[in-house]
């Protein structure tokens, strides 16, 4: 399709419950970005990978966080045992390559209580 | 200091006037990004730029790449040109991830 699919929307876990966010990229682009929204402005990069490898993996608290692209299925971000600062909205963004922009899914908003 | 830095934070317009967001990063960038967020959070791309200016309708944004500058013009500004207006810049290579600025909010009063 022509726009990304990030699901669900929203997502609610108690604090020390996993939490599993998907991101379906537009078909053919090849690379796939999280990044985490906190507050109402900060963005922090979180993993990018191009194609089913991690591409640039920086960003990730890697005790809790992991993520996967595999093929013919959605990209997932999973975060195990959450906490109340994961607290955030999501997004995904794809691109076809180096000439081109991003596209930005709609986000997950994440709530831990 | 942030990498990314825009100005002002907060920008509050009449219908029709001139606005502009100004950008200026402290990195080596292989491209500016310039979005757009909504009240309900979704994230539209306007330009991606590395050199001169472009424009799209009533949008324009320029990159002065010597100076480390871009900035972001709205003519004839409209009430549903209120959102907040977000410079990001792409480090690291053609791949890189974006740097993203703190933001613009933008309010535009009919």
């Known amino acids: 399709g022509e726009e990304v699919a990030q699901t669900p929307k929203h997502l609610v876990r108690g604090e020390g419950q996993k939490a599993k966010l998907y991101c379906a990229p537009i078909?053919?682009?090849?690379?796939v970005f999280w990044y985490q929204q906190v507050l109402k402005n900060e963005f922090k990069f979180l993993i990018s990978?191009?194609?089913?490898?991690?591409?640039?993996e920086t960003g990730m608290p890697k005790e809790r966080f992991s993520a996967k692209c595999l093929p013919n299925s959605p990209c997932s971000l999973e975060i195990q045992a959450t906490k109340l600062e994961d607290s955030a909205v999501y997004f995904c963004?794809?691109?076809?390559?180096?000439?081109?922009?991003?596209?930005f899914g709609s986000g997950t908003r994440l709530t831990v209580v | 200091k942030n990498e990314v830095e825009q100005s002002p934070q907060n920008l509050t317009a009449q219908e029709g006037e001139f606005i502009t967001i100004n950008c200026s990063y402290s990195?080596?960038?292989?491209?500016l990004h310039w979005l757009q967020q909504h009240p309900g959070g979704g994230i539209v791309s306007l330009f991606m730029l590395s050199s001169g200016k472009k424009k799209h309708g009533r949008l324009i944004a320029t990159i002065n790449i010597q100076e480390k500058h871009s900035s972001l013009h709205i003519t004839a500004s409209h009430p549903r040109d209120s959102a907040v207006y977000i410079c990001a810049v792409k480090s690291g290579g053609s791949q890189g991830n974006l740097i993203f600025g703190k933001g613009t909010k933008l309010s535009v009063k009919p």
């Open positions: 078909k053919g682009h090849s690379y």
């Open positions: 990195v080596g960038i292989s491209a």
């Open positions: 963004a794809s691109s076809q390559s180096s000439a081109n922009g991003y596209t």
């Open positions: 990978f191009q194609n089913e490898n991690v591409f640039d």
